[in-house]
């Protein structure tokens, strides 16, 4: 057997290769995971017609879901060692099914509504359980296949809602066969619910096992991974939700052709990670990282600043850059922090890429508003900059054993 190994703070964190059974499941959970993210915008004219919303109902939703999300990041590490990874993928995918069907079942706007936060925190235990898990068992480029594919989930999620306005002219039916799904992977999750406690590293650290939710928001390399993974998805949405306004109102790039690069910039995310997982250790994962960035950093400066070509290329670049932090990153999570706190930074990490990935583009716009659309450039090369600063600084602290 050829094992991985990293320290981490004096803790050996061993990795064997991966059970097959569970890495298959791990794949499929990263899909399904990904399908019910990106249907709500293809639903969402359907379910405001269905219930006479104006346009900011959509806001509601959003907030529902993303503070069950952020709720349950946080409490994901206290639930890992309280259930096991098994039975907390096994609930939190039930939770997720049964909640879209509520979706579909809702006759009324409020009934709707209230599935929103069950939704959130389902699929941040499922994100947080499963990132933890493929953290401590699954080699480094098995962790950026599996966040690729998340990003195909994602685009088979709208094409399911599509197939079900199209063929039945009813959203319901959408959230339905999505919820079906999340209900095969809760059965998966169940039957193999003993596989998940028991494979992975023989003898991990039992004293480590021990360390608390308190005691883990007081390491000071947990809060700048938090402030990291903060940082990432801030740029990462910034770049992918802007970039079109951007260049239709203030570049007057036609519609097609901006729709066209915006589609390209979250494609160049999945493909990226498929590459990079064949790379990773032949670079390293520090290595990697370092280079992505830098890159991501160059890709910002070209998307802000360059003509509308050089544009366009930096666009692609920054997607290309960014797809391998996130996945890297939680992969590194272990081997830093040891086993006992990487349970609760993982699930820190989920809940503040949450908080990046709304309050960031939110910052853009509201400078845009402000001082103009060109302030969304500014912002992706700041946050490609801090995020390369924070990485140097995480380095710095990393200890030698684990470098």
């Not at 009324?108 to 699929?123: N, Q």
């Not at 088979?156 to 959408?174: E, F, I, K, Q, Y």
């Not at 883990?216 to 700048?224: D, E, F, K, N, R």
């Not at 590194?332 to 086993?339: A, D, F, K, V």
Request: charged share 10%.
């Amino acid at each position: 057997m050829n094992d991985e190994s990293i320290r981490g703070e004096g803790v050996k964190v061993t990795r064997p290769n991966p059970v097959p059974l569970l890495l298959t499941i791990a794949y499929l959970a990263f899909v399904s995971l990904g399908l019910p993210d990106a249907v709500l915008g293809v639903a969402w004219p359907s379910v405001r017609e269905t219930f006479s919303l104006p346009l900011s109902g959509l806001g509601m939703v959003l907030v529902g879901t993303g503070t069950g999300y952020f709720l349950s990041g946080l409490l994901a590490g206290r639930l890992v060692q309280t259930l096991g990874v098994g039975t907390l993928l096994t609930v939190s995918s039930a939770l997720v099914a049964l909640s879209l069907f509520g979706y579909s079942l809702a006759p009324v706007w409020p009934l709707f509504l209230l599935c929103t936060p069950f939704i959130g925190m389902g699929s941040g235990a499922i994100d947080s359980g499963i990132n933890a898990y493929a953290a401590s068992h699954f080699p480094v480029r098995h962790v950026n296949w599996l966040h690729a594919c998340y990003g195909f989930g994602a685009m088979l999620g709208p094409l399911v809602m599509t197939g079900a306005l199209v063929r039945s002219g009813s959203w319901r039916w959408g959230y339905v066969a999505i919820g079906a799904m999340l209900l095969l992977m809760a059965l998966a999750f169940g039957s193999t619910r003993a596989s998940w406690r028991t494979a992975g590293a023989p003898g991990a650290a039992s004293a480590e096992a021990r360390v608390g939710t308190l005691q883990a928001l007081g390491h000071p390399m947990v809060w700048l991974q938090v402030v990291i993974f903060f940082v990432y998805t801030g740029l990462e949405v910034t770049a992918g939700q802007w970039c079109f306004t951007l260049y239709t109102e203030a570049r007057g790039v036609p519609r097609e052709l901006a729709g066209t690069w915006a589609g390209l910039y979250w494609g160049s995310l999945a493909v990226g990670r498929v590459f990079m997982g064949f790379v990773v250790e032949r670079l390293g994962p520090d290595r990697l990282l370092r280079f992505s960035i830098l890159s991501a950093v160059a890709g910002s400066a070209l998307f802000a600043f360059g003509p509308t070509l050089a544009s366009f290329g930096g666009l692609l670049l920054i997607g290309m850059s960014l797809a391998p932090i996130y996945p890297t990153l939680m992969s590194r999570t272990p081997g830093r922090l040891g086993e006992g706190y990487a349970a609760h930074a993982v699930g820190f990490q989920v809940s503040a890429a949450m908080l990046g990935a709304a309050i960031l583009p939110s910052l853009a716009g509201v400078l845009a508003g402000r001082f103009g659309l060109g302030m969304v450039g500014w912002v992706t090369v700041a946050a490609a900059a801090v995020l390369w600063l924070l990485h140097e600084t995480l380095l710095k602290l990393t200890p030698r054993s684990a470098a």
